[in-house]
């Protein structure tokens, strides 16, 4: 005597799921795909906005859990699967089909752009996302070493190919130099140099491109702001007051370029540096806080080893937190994307 349900019926108690970074259901956001149901075996996957979405597990639990206790469901298959959204307009110049541009940016030097840009995009591309990481730092490129990446930048077809390390496609001024071999960029000169390597760089499928920014407020940060919309910028500070001051001038910088800030990450937390400044600053600039990573040995020298932190000792804390902040970037900008998903009202 037991009836079995209909697709309207599990759709019906899908709408209990909510998704908590976009605030709607995941019905109305369109996340339910392949629904089939058999009897009382229901299938069916749910297709979020990132593969690194922070609660895909508790989406995926609740999702069958709410189906479960419909009556006459007697099994229930929840797939996942993500479909990152585009940020960029269309026909946007990119040598590639890039979906968001993320820059890695802060007001002063040595805070651990490159670190958290790097790592940033090896914990992106871990959860399964298409990463791509573009070292803009001409003066000092950083990402060589952090990558492990020794071999120099071919072309093919008239585009650069990206030399790609621990599942990540990247590009560096540095593979196209000599070892220690000094560089002088005039304002136009860094300008084609970034124009080239967002353009003539066969980047592919990305679903995110992140930036590794030089220091500072100046040209190469106007540069990309002019030649590509970025989907927001990545703010490392030092948890102490001077840093702060840099900070907020480069969220200052943000803004006058129309680039979004995803948020804060306070680096080198522990006793040389103290803590909580990051987290203070966000407030202050009505950012988010996207999180703390400890000072830790392991960092330093998996970067110096060319093997990110993350891959290399993944479960060390400042690794977990690098995830963690890599998660929260992932939904950000799914966040920020909300106002252009699917509405679905039956
Ligand atoms: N959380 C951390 N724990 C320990 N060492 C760290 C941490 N973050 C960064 N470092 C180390 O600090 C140094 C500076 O970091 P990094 O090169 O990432 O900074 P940066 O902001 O990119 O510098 P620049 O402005 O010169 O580009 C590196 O040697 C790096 O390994
Ligand atoms: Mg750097």
């Not at 990463?131 to 060589?144: M, T």
């Not at 000094?182 to 491109?209: I, K, N, S």
């Not at 930036?211 to 540069?223: H, N």
Request: proline share 6%; net charge negative; charged share 20%.
């Amino acid at each position: 005597m037991s009836s079995t349900p209909t697709k309207e019926d599990v759709l019906e108690a899908l709408r209990s799921v909510q998704d908590p970074d976009l605030h709607r259901d995941v019905v109305a956001l369109g996340f339910v795909q392949d629904l089939a149901v058999c009897g009382g075996a229901v299938r069916f996957r749910l297709e979020l906005t990132t593969p690194a979405c922070p609660v895909k597990e508790r989406l995926q639990e609740e999702a069958r859990a709410a189906v479960a206790a419909l009556p006459g469901v007697e099994r229930v298959d929840v797939e996942l699967s993500a479909k990152v959204r585009d940020s960029l307009p269309e026909g946007n110049a990119l040598g590639g089909h890039v979906r968001n541009v993320v820059a890695v940016t802060s007001g002063k030097g040595g805070v651990g752009k490159s670190t958290v840009a790097v790592n940033l995009a090896a914990a992106l591309a871990l959860e399964g996302a298409r990463v791509g990481l573009l070292d803009a730092d001409v003066y000092g490129p950083n990402v060589p070493v952090m990558m492990g990446i020794r071999e120099p930048a071919r072309g093919r077809d008239g585009k650069l190919q990206p030399l790609t390390a621990h599942g990540v496609k990247t590009m560096s001024i540095g593979y196209m130099l000599e070892d220690g071999q000094p560089v002088m960029w005039r304002g136009p000169m860094l300008h084609r140099a970034l124009q080239q390597f967002l353009q003539d760089v066969d980047w592919g499928e990305l679903d995110y491109l992140i930036v590794d920014m030089p220091p500072g407020t100046g040209d190469a940060q106007l540069s990309l702001a002019q030649l590509v919309a970025l989907t927001g910028a990545v703010v490392v500070t030092l948890p102490q007051e001077v840093s702060l001051t840099d900070v907020r001038r480069a969220i200052g910088m943000a803004s006058q370029v129309s680039c979004p800030v995803l948020g804060v990450v306070e680096n080198m937390v522990g006793d040389a540096f103290g803590e909580g400044g990051g987290r203070k600053v966000a407030e202050e600039a009505g950012v988010p806080f996207l999180g703390a990573v400890p000072m830790e040995g392991a960092v330093r020298r998996s970067g110096d080893a060319g093997t990110p932190v993350v891959v290399a000792e993944p479960e060390t804390e400042a690794a977990r937190a690098l995830r963690a902040i890599a998660r929260d970037v992932a939904a950000a900008i799914s966040t920020q994307q909300r106002r252009d998903l699917p509405v679905m009202e039956v």
